[in-house]
C-alpha cells in the first residue's frame, strides 16, 4: 500500500537519542528548552514565547485556556479543521461558531468573520489548509483589534505568508509534531503566544498549574529555603509536557526540514502539471502570491458520485487516500445546526492522495497513471 502520510525517521535521530539515553534524563530537560530555541529561530520570534507540549492538541487546549477562554465567549472556527479545535473550544464552556471556507483552499473565508462576530466573539482560529497560508491580511482586518486571532499552524511548519512564518500573526499559534506530521517526533505540538506574560501562565498550564516559582527540592535546599519540600498551585491543570526523547527526534527534524519541503513541492509541481489534462478534476491552487507553502497535503476535486469510487478504485490498486477534515459543522456530538454550502461541496468532492517525501518516482507514476486509469474507465 502507497501511504497517504509518511514521516523521515533516520540515522541521525537515532544517533541524537543515543545522547539522550546517555544522559539518563529522558523527562522535560535540556533537550527540550534546545527544541523550543531551535524552533523559536525558525519561527523568528522571542524563545521565550515558544513551548514545547505533548501534542497539539494539549497547545491548543492550554493555548485558549491561558487567552480566557470560557463560559460566555464565543469562538469563530473554519470549519474544515480537525477536532481538536472544537472541542477544545467546547471543553472550556465556550461556544464553537463554524464559518465557511473557500471551496478549493479550504482556507476560511474573511467575509464569514465578519458575518459571524459578534461583541461575545473573543477568538477566532484559522487553518492554512494543506500547508496553504491563509489570506492573512483580510483575516487581520476582519479580526479588528478586539478578537484574538489563534492560528493553527499543524499543517504549514514552514510556511511563509509575505515573508513572515505562518503562526507568528495573531495572538497565538499552534503546531502538531504527530507521526504523521511533516517534522515528527512521535507526538508532540508547540504553542506560540505573542505576549510573553501568557506564555508565562502557559507554562504553569502545561505542568500541573505548579507556580512558576517553584523550584527542585534541591534547588530550593541549596537557596536555603525553609520548607524546600512544599510546591504552589497557581492554577488547577493536566499535565501536557514534553520529553527530551521527543525533543531530540525534534531536534534533527527541524535540521532535515528544508529538505522534506523541497521534495513535497517537487511532487506537488509533477502531479500538477501530471494531472492537468484530466478534465474531470479540479486540482487545487497555488499558494498565494508572495506565499511558501508547507505542501502538506495534495488534492483533488470531482462530481460527487466520481469522488467515492475513486477512492475505492485507488485502494484496490494499492493507493491510500483520504479526506481531511470532516468539516466540524457536521459532526454530530456538536450539534451545530448550521449549513455552510462551500464546506459541505468539498466534503463531497475532495480527495487527499500521497505526498510525502518518501514517494518514490514509481509510486507517483503509479498514482497519475491510476488516476487516469480510472477516469478514462468513464470516458
Ligand atoms: C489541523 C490539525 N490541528 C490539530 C491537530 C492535533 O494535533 P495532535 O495530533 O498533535 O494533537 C491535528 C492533528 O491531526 C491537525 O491536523
Redesign the pocket.
Known sequence: MISIFSNSLGKEEHHALEGVFASRWLGAGKECSLFEEAFARHLRVPAHNVLLLN??????YVGLKTLGVGPGDEVIIATV??V??ASAVLELGATAVFADVDQHTLNILPEEISRLKTPQTKVVII?HYGGHPAPMAEIIDACGPEIALFE?S??SVSSTYDGQPCGTFGAAA????????ILSMG???ALYLRNPVHTDIARSHRFLGLSGQTVSGKDAMAANRAKWWEYELDHLSGRFISNDIAAAIGRVQLQRLSGFIETRKRIWAYYQQALADVSALTLPPEPLPGCESSYYFYWLQMAPDQRDALAHYLSSEGIYTTF??FPLHLVARYNAGVQLPNAEWVNATTLNIPLHQNLTEADIDKIVAAIKTFFASLA
Open positions: 501534542s497539539c492538541t494539549a497547545a491548543i479543521n480537525f481538536a479545535c487553518l493553527d499543524a499543517n499552534v503546531w502538531s509534531f504527530d507521526a504523521m506530521k507526538d508532540g505540538g481531511r477534515y
